[in-house]
């Protein structure tokens, strides 16, 4: 079964930072796009930030300088550090994976999706 799989959200103080980790289970990656949703209650999931396999990066404005996206494909893995967290980046975090760039963009129609990881930042 081909799954991505989320590990590290949790509940932080405003400032403090937190590291999401995403592994690739049952393929390799490798040629995929990949990155990080997030949907706050009673809003549209958005894109954060995405990362081609061959290096180009894309930042929601809101987050970057804060959040740092990586990616290292001999572990079939992605990560995201955020830093400077902030009560409005509160949401749940999925990383998702999509040959097709319009398609990360969109949020519509992605191959491949983890199942969501709570961040919570408190003022």
């Known amino acids: 079964q081909v799954k991505l799989v989320e590990s590290g959200g949790g509940l932080v103080q405003a400032g403090g930072s937190l590291r999401l980790s995403c592994v690739g289970v049952?393929?390799?990656?490798?040629?995929?796009?990949m990155g990080w949703f997030r949907q706050a209650p009673g809003k549209e999931r958005e894109l954060v930030t995405a990362r081609s396999d061959d290096g180009g990066i894309w930042y929601r404005d809101s987050v970057r300088g804060r959040f740092t996206i990586s990616r290292d494909n001999a572990k079939n893995a992605i990560y995201l550090q955020m830093n400077s967290l902030k009560p409005e980046d509160t949401a749940v975090y999925y990383c998702?994976?999509?040959?097709?760039?319009?398609?990360?963009?969109?949020?519509?129609?992605?191959?491949?999706w983890g199942q969501g990881t709570q961040v919570t930042v408190s003022s």
């Open positions: 998702a994976a999509d040959l097709s760039w319009g398609a990360m963009v969109e949020g519509k129609n992605v191959e491949f």
């Open positions: 049952g393929r390799t990656f490798s040629g995929y796009f």
